[in-house]
């Protein structure tokens, strides 16, 4: 559907966020390198609770960057979910080596920390835990594990910037770990993501990737003499627009969470006396962005998917986040992945389905997409 009444996402801003990109427009110069993406970097790190950031072009060529920096290649493992977006799996392909899927537990969506300790092998070298829509996983029992076994533990908390455990910042856990700014993120660029870690050797390969394998003692764009290049690397930079938009957000990132945050408990009370659906639960210890609002339909995969059917007839976008890795058409081919494989992750993902999140989601538009859950149900009888 084209026009929806109530679109899954919808981005938050304000006049700041165009007088930010509008004075990089009116600078007509140094689009490439800038102060601005300094400045992101240093408030990415602040909120992360790291000492080094890098900002790319995206998330997933942040993660691409940390694999070629951990210098994981085709004799190398990485368990990771399959419950989550194919970028992190993916990423491990770019450099050849082989993505192991453990499964997921019920209680944050993230990998379950006794069947990451199964899937261990000689040939495995990282573990990736995901914070499924802004809920931090198991994370420290999982960074004990990799502890013990001595493996590189890569957080993908892309989903997970301002979320808390404790009062420990998602993105902190790791030895490195990717945040994304896509559009339909906790903040945006439009694009954008960035790369956080506290190992001053990884911030430095970071900065090399990112810019054709060049060692910059100034800054390129602005310069008139030569640089020297040392390596492979890409085009994977953020642009200054760009990252003047992200500061913009950033500086906005408690406010929206906390309408996020408001809006997932007027939906959770709207739903309690819902018994067909399940709310997500956030626990006491955690803090959650609610990047998304995710339910559970109990019946199953059919009711789940009538559902959504019924609900874009009503023009409200929901939408299936994610449908495991390992049964898409690609990763079945290459790896003869079958049903089954991950018990605990199809299950969760026959009966989930996420609703419109946003900040300035009204209490009319919340109304409606609830009555039109009670109608689906009622009707069905």
Not at 358 to 373: A, C, D, F, G, R
Request: hydrophobic share 35%.
């Amino acid at each position: 559907m084209s026009q929806w009444k109530i679109p899954l996402f919808k981005m938050h801003y304000d006049e700041n966020d165009g007088r930010k990109v509008l004075s990089v427009l009116k600078r007509g110069m140094y689009w490439g390198l800038s102060s601005e993406t300094i400045e992101l970097e240093k408030k990415v790190a602040e909120k992360t609770d790291r000492k080094y950031c890098v900002v790319f072009n995206s998330a997933t060529s942040a993660l691409h960057a940390l694999m070629i920096s951990y210098k994981f290649s085709n004799r190398d493992e990485i368990i990771l979910p399959s419950f989550t977006f194919i970028a992190s799996s993916n990423s491990v392909m770019f450099v050849n080596a082989t993505p192991r899927f453990a499964d997921i537990e019920d209680s944050t969506y993230g990998l379950d920390p006794h069947d990451v300790e199964s899937k261990i092998t000689k040939k495995t070298k990282a573990i990736m835990p995901v914070h499924y829509a802004g809920n931090i996983c198991k994370i420290n029992e999982i960074r004990k594990i990799a502890s013990d076994y001595k493996l590189t533990l890569i957080e993908d908390a892309a989903t997970a910037l301002g979320s808390k455990i404790n009062g420990k910042s998602g993105g902190s856990f790791g030895d490195a770990s990717v945040i994304s700014f896509a559009w339909n993120k906790i903040i945006t660029s439009g694009e954008g993501g960035a790369a956080v870690t506290d190992s001053r050797k990884i911030y430095e390969d970071l900065i090399r990737i990112r810019s054709h394998g060049r060692i910059d003692t100034e800054n390129y764009f602005m310069s008139a003499n030569s640089s020297d290049y040392t390596s492979l690397g890409y085009n994977w930079r953020m642009s200054a627009m760009t990252a003047a938009l992200g500061i913009s957000q950033i500086d906005k990132l408690e406010k929206l969470i906390k309408m996020r945050n408001n809006n997932a408990a007027y939906l959770t009370k709207l739903l309690s006396n819902v018994q067909t659906i399940e709310s997500p639960v956030i626990s006491n210890d955690r803090k959650s962005n609610f990047m998304l609002y995710t339910v559970k339909v109990r019946e199953g995969r059919r009711k789940r998917d009538e559902l959504h059917s019924f609900m874009t007839k009503k023009g409200i976008q929901t939408k299936i986040i994610y449908e495991p890795i390992h049964l898409t058409s690609f990763y079945r081919r290459k790896f003869g992945y079958k049903k089954g494989l991950l018990k605990n992750t199809e299950r969760i993902a026959d009966k989930i389905l996420s609703l419109p999140m946003y900040p300035h989601l009204k209490k009319t538009e919340m109304n409606y997409i609830i009555e039109s859950i009670k109608e689906f149900f009622e009707r069905e009888g």
